[in-house]
């Protein structure tokens, strides 16, 4: 009888299944990153397309779809956050990502129900569902002022989520005061300045 021992796998090891297409030990979250920057260059697109609120069965399906793609990006971004622990070691810090990610999906799914033409904004429900929308780009502005502070995150990229994720913070007040035509160039520059480089500086990060 013939007796094979094979040794536990190292961490090394078992980190490295965890890596997605595209990413290395020396820059784990690659993936992340590129899903992160390709969602907003998405978004952005279609909004500089079909404008902020399309009336037309073609312009809410694509933009729904660049929206959902960066919602996608914005998951990506949380698991990022959590695996690295960017707002801290504690249970809070943990329940918060977990929190803003129910949001972010609750907001993805009133995303696909605006972009096929289901929703009915005159009922509670749908009313409700359209909410998780500001709400988890609310969320996603006090994550980046905590990352900020808890400087785990070192350099430009503990900074730079504050940037990023004052999208709504920055472009609702635009809207407001300057009109649709200023609003819609700062909605699309915003994502591209704040989310699309959010994304690199995750795709470089090394620990």
Request: with cysteine; aromatic share 8%; hydrophobic share 50%.
């Amino acid at each position: 009888m013939t007796i094979s021992h094979s040794p536990a796998p190292a961490r090394s090891d078992v980190a490295d299944r965890d890596l997605g297409p595209g990413s290395s030990p020396r820059h784990p979250y690659a993936l992340h990153g590129r899903v992160l920057s390709a969602g907003a260059l998405s978004w952005a697109a279609s909004m500089a397309v079909f404008g902020l609120n399309p009336d037309t069965t073609v312009g809410l399906a694509v933009q729904g779809l660049g929206a959902a793609l960066f919602q996608v990006g914005l998951l990506f971004l949380l698991r990022t956050l959590w695996r690295t622990r960017a707002l801290g070691e504690g249970r809070i810090a943990r329940g918060v990502l977990r929190f803003e990610a129910f949001l972010v999906t609750m907001a993805i799914g009133s995303t696909v129900v605006d972009a096929i033409q289901v929703s009915d904004l005159s009922q509670p429900g749908w009313a409700v569902l359209d909410a998780f929308w500001p709400l988890s780009m609310l969320g996603m502005f006090l994550i980046g002022i905590r990352i900020a502070v808890a400087g785990r995150w070192k350099g430009v990229s503990r900074w730079w989520p504050m940037v990023a994720e004052s999208w709504a913070v920055v472009t609702i007040p635009a809207l407001g005061i300057f009109g649709e035509t200023v609003g819609h160039a700062v909605a699309c520059l915003h994502l591209l300045v704040g989310y699309a480089v959010l994304g690199v500086l995750v795709s470089r990060k090394t620990d």
